[in-house]
């Protein structure tokens, strides 16, 4: 796998060597999201082979393929942020683009190498988003595997790149790919860039809870242990060359995770200045803000008898109790380089209305 140190990856790793001795070699180059301390309890574990490298490096890909010959490849590393692709593209294109296609390619050469039997077996499995589909209208339907890729943000659009490529190798070589787009997730040991830990984080710091624009923006939410679930089973028995939206049914708005995150934190660790809704500032708009998205994911359900074990309510109130367990965690994550992005994500921001 690749990007096993991120927010996804970990909790596919941990999930699927709870529950599995299949081993994994767990590819990452470690950027600011990688973090090796949510693998910690791993670190004796003959299971997890970690090595730090780039998905950019075909010489490092092909080794590891040769050396490890894998059943699979599957394929999460990739720059994540939507603020940050604005801010930075090069790094969006670089790693989401570049990286996809020297993986592919060294899937397409490694799998050649393989008998008949391994050559139908082999899967590239690609991680995606729903952000690949563009944004919808409050009366718009959810989107469905055949909604046309309308991305918006540097971000999506190097992602629909990337679910491009990842097509045309399956129709042009044969390559047998699965590719999942799902919703926004949250849950234990996500990077406190992203809404919900950033909210978590900012509240027990007494800081305040940037909201962008009018907070009614709608994003769906899957607990990240229902996106593993959902990966497997695309992994043992999706068809190959085609595609699965991921998600919840749980579609909300900015301002009403904030407040149910609020409400949540007033009840588990109360604090004495009042309710920690009062710390909500509204702060201008994210150019190009996507205004919804959300999953039809019937599909998956349908195919596979996929479905989530949480509901966005018990969800929630497990990410907040992980979080507030985790405070050196917090602590650890808040590195040089963390600071340095909020200063820059943050401090250009006027007032909102
Ligand atoms: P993340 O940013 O937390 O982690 C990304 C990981 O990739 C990090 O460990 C990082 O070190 C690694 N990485 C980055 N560039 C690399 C490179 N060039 N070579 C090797 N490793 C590299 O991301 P995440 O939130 O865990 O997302 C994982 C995947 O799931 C991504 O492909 C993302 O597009 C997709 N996705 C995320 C969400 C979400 O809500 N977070 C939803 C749908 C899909
Ligand atoms: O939909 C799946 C996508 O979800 C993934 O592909 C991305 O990797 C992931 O980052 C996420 O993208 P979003 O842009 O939806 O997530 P983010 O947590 O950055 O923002 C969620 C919403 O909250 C969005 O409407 C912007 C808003 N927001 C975000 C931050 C960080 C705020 O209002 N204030 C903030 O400070």
Redesign the pocket.
């Known amino acids: 796998m690749?990007?096993?140190?991120?927010?996804?990856?970990?909790?596919f790793v941990l999930d699927w060597l709870a529950s599995s001795d299949e081993p994994i070699v767990n590819?990452?180059?470690?950027?600011?999201?990688?973090?090796l301390e949510t693998l910690s309890s791993l670190r004796d574990d003959a299971r997890h082979v970690f090595v730090q490298?780039?998905?950019?490096?075909r010489a490092l890909v092909d080794r590891l393929l040769a050396e490890h010959r894998p059943r699979a490849i599957v394929?999460?590393?990739?720059?994540?942020?939507v603020d940050r692709s604005i801010h930075g593209p090069g790094?969006f294109v670089?790693?989401?683009i570049d990286?996809t296609f020297t993986l592919l390619e060294a899937a397409r050469g490694y799998r050649a190498t393989l008998d008949a039997a391994g050559q139908a077996d082999f899967r590239f499995l690609h991680?995606?988003?729903?952000?690949v589909y563009g944004s919808l209208s409050p009366s718009d339907p959810a989107f469905t595997e055949t909604k046309a890729y309308e991305p918006n943000s540097p971000?999506s659009a190097s992602?629909a790149a990337s679910d491009h490529l990842v097509r045309a190798w399956h129709h042009t070589y044969g390559l047998p790919v699965l590719t999942?787009?799902?919703?926004?997730?949250?849950g234990p040991w996500?990077?406190p860039e992203?809404l919900i830990p950033l909210m978590i984080v900012n509240a027990l710091a007494g800081k305040p809870l940037p909201i962008y624009g009018d907070g009614q923006n709608v994003r769906d939410w899957?607990y990240?242990s229902d996106?593993c679930s959902a990966i497997r089973e695309v992994l043992a028995r999706g068809t190959p060359g085609e595609t699965y939206n991921?998600g919840g049914w749980n579609e909300k708005t900015n301002i009403e995770i904030v407040h149910a995150l609020c409400a949540l934190l007033d009840e588990m660790h109360p604090r004495t200045e009042g309710s920690y809704s009062q710390l909500i500032t509204y702060v201008t708009d994210r150019p190009g803000h996507d205004r919804r998205y959300a999953i039809d994911a019937r599909k998956i359900e349908r195919e596979l008898g996929w479905r989530p074990a949480e509901t966005f309510d018990t969800g929630i109130r497990k990410t907040v109790q992980w979080y507030l367990d985790h405070p050196q965690w917090i602590a650890d994550v808040h590195s040089g380089a963390y600071r340095a992005w909020v200063a820059t994500n943050y401090s250009t921001r006027g007032q909102g209305a």
């Open positions: 690749t990007g096993g140190a991120g927010f996804i990856g970990a909790n590819l990452d180059l470690l950027t600011y999201a990688g973090n490298g780039d998905i950019c490096d394929h999460f590393a990739a720059e994540s942020h790094d670089r790693t989401n990286g991680i995606s988003t729903d952000e971000y992602k999942t787009n799902c919703s926004n997730n949250y996500q990077f992203k899957l990240v996106h991921i």
